[in-house]
């Protein structure tokens, strides 16, 4: 009796560990796979990726509040915040829901204009833009470093069913390839940086960067046409010094990057050199893109260059074509 009774729990012990075993290499088996096309294999995975795994347990995942985000008049999806107790100012306007932000209703009317146009999204933060573009049913390139958003990001992707357009890139951009600690600067999680401003302290996150050239790996297919966002606190001109092969790859007619780092640099030749590689490049600067009085003249000629805080940047070839009202 006993000793069947030990052949019974052994065969069930036996069978435990298969069971474990099997589970265990399915979630190594997408790890990689899911951390990029995020396309969801399993019920369990679809809530809770294994990748999120490493970084945040599933009690925690769950407890990731997220909250409706209009992304047009009567189009919205799920954006995912930080606890309002960690002072983010931008989970704080979005939890309100009321907010239409500016940037943003430039953003639908840039790929309105243009049903081709797909989004690079580099400093994605909570995703306000990738998301919008995505529920657009444009495709989406994001790149944002900081693990805690980046998980938040991924649970608003998955909520709102928008894996098969958004590819995620967990990585900070620089014009080397190095490990490097990312730093915090005041609470808000939109000021995160790498390169260690007065104000920062180190978070326990140390990550390898990766050049624009290098996001040429991560293009989805049929990726040929795309609007870019870029504001990534201060690297923006580093990261364009190592563009060529990415830009030669994809067509970005319209950039739109945080110019306010740079308003004190304009005399020096780190802006010159950026603005000539763009000009080389076809791409002609505006301030804003209300009319022909928005385009900007020669940098040390023009001191708008003094007061802007978001350049835009437009091909030659594309102005004529979808914006001709800024001619
Ligand atoms: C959204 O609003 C537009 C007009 O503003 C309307 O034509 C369209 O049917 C609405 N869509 C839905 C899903 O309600
Ligand atoms: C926010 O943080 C506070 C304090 O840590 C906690 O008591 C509360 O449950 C959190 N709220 C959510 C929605 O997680
Ligand atoms: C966040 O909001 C607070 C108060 O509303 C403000 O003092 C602070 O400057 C804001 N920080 C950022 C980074 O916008
Ligand atoms: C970054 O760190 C990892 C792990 O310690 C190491 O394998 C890698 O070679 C480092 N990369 C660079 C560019 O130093
Ligand atoms: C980009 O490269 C050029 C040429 O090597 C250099 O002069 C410029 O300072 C670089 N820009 C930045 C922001 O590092």
Not at 98 to 117: A, C, N, S, Y
């Amino acid at each position: 009796m006993a000793r069947k009774y030990n052949i019974q729990v052994a065969f069930i012990a036996i069978i435990v560990v298969v069971l474990l075993y099997f589970k265990q290499t399915k979630i190594k088996g997408f790890l990689i796979k899911n951390l990029y096309s995020g396309t969801p294999k399993t019920a369990r995975t679809q809530r809770f990726p294994a990748i999120i795994s490493n970084l945040v347990s599933e009690k925690e995942w769950e407890k990731i509040s997220c909250v409706p985000f209009k992304v047009d008049r009567n189009i919205s999806t799920p954006i995912c915040i930080y606890n309002l107790t960690e002072g983010d100012n931008l989970s704080k306007v979005l939890s309100r829901g009321t907010v239409w932000q500016p940037h943003l209703i430039k953003t639908i009317q840039i790929l309105k204009r243009d049903p081709e146009l797909q989004l690079i999204d580099l400093g994605a933060n909570l995703g306000t833009w990738t998301l919008s573009a995505a529920r657009l049913g444009r495709k989406v390139l994001a790149a944002e470093m900081f693990p805690p958003t980046v998980i938040r990001l991924r649970k608003s992707i998955q909520l709102g069913n928008l894996q098969d357009l958004v590819t995620l890139v967990p990585k900070p951009l620089s014009d080397t390839r190095e490990n490097v600690t990312i730093y915090l600067c005041r609470k808000s999680k939109m000021a995160i940086n790498i390169l260690m401003r007065k104000c920062s302290s180190p978070s326990p996150y140390v990550a390898s960067t990766i050049t624009m050239d290098d996001l040429t790996a991560y293009l989805p297919n049929g990726f040929t046409k795309a609007f870019m966002k870029i504001d990534i606190e201060g690297m923006e001109l580093r990261v364009f010094n190592r563009s060529d092969h990415f830009l030669k790859t994809v067509d970005v007619p319209v950039i739109l990057m945080e110019w306010r780092f740079y308003i004190r640099a304009t005399l020096e030749p780190k802006c010159s050199y950026f603005i000539s590689f763009m000009s080389r490049m076809d791409y002609i600067p505006f301030r804003h893109l209300a009319g022909p009085a928005g385009k900007l003249g020669p940098l040390l000629e023009d001191t708008h260059w003094l007061h802007i805080t978001d350049l835009y940047l437009i091909k030659k070839t594309y102005l004529k074509s979808n914006f001709a009202h800024l001619q």
